[in-house]
């Protein structure tokens, strides 16, 4: 089954422990992205990745970190999570020129 | 950066017309989407419109697209309960030699009986 997957689904940590959230897609897409979706806000890109080794940033960068060493997974990483940056994170991938992006199932992080 | 807007809430009656707007500012943008997120879901694809057309029809979806105005809507026939939802209005922005999605911020759709 074509899809994006993301672990874990929820996660509750504290303030400054370094964290990993994991996204993976197995139809062979190029473009990979993050969101977070804040209520009042949206949906907002955090970084996308138009291939393996070309990451850029997004709307909201500050706090977060990335790699695509494969083209398979693109995780998020959080090196010194804060409060602020409680929310639902969405990975999504598609193809270089396509037109639908395809979404994960979402992460819901609570950093205390 | 470029921006998508439209109104945060619509609420209907069950069986009326929805309609959802929504205005776009990249004149280069060659699609338009409309994704729909359910409760506790990530977004899923619900219809789009190439930039040369001015409307899509697909059950009880239409699709219109101003291009001169930068203005799209997503009108729902015949509402029902199960379309409660957040719908996202994106375009295909071009920045950095590529179509980069950019989403606006949903407009939630509230269907009471």
């Known amino acids: 089954e074509a899809q994006v997957t993301q672990n874990p689904r929820y996660l509750i940590t504290v303030t400054g422990k370094k964290l990993t959230v994991t996204c993976s897609q197995n139809?062979?897409?190029?473009?990979m992205s993050w969101y977070r979706q804040d209520p009042g806000l949206g949906l907002r890109q955090i970084y996308y990745s138009m291939n393996v080794e070309v990451t850029d940033k997004g709307d909201v960068p500050e706090g977060y970190k990335v790699s695509r060493k494969e083209k398979r997974n693109f995780p998020l990483i959080l090196e010194s999570p804060s409060p602020n940056q409680t929310s639902l994170y969405f990975c999504?991938?598609?193809?270089?020129?396509?037109?639908?992006?395809?979404f994960g199932p979402g992460t819901r992080l609570t950093v205390l | 950066g470029e921006d998508v807007e439209q109104s945060l809430f619509l609420s209907v009656r069950e069986g009326d017309s929805s309609v959802i707007n929504c205005t776009y500012t990249d004149s280069s943008s060659t699609y338009l989407y409309w994704y729909k997120q359910e409760p506790g879901a990530g977004l899923q694809l619900l219809t789009y419109?190439?930039?040369?057309?001015d409307m899509k029809q697909d059950q009880r979806l239409t699709v219109l697209l101003n291009k001169k105005d930068k203005h799209l809507s997503l009108r729902i026939a015949d509402t029902q309960t199960g379309d409660s939802a957040i719908y996202f209005c994106a375009e295909n922005a071009f920045s950095g030699g590529s179509y980069i999605p950019t989403f606006g911020r949903g407009t939630s759709l509230i269907v009471h009986p």
């Open positions: 419109i190439f930039s040369n057309m």
């Open positions: 139809m062979n897409h190029e473009y």
């Open positions: 999504a991938s598609k193809t270089g020129a396509g037109n639908e992006q395809f």
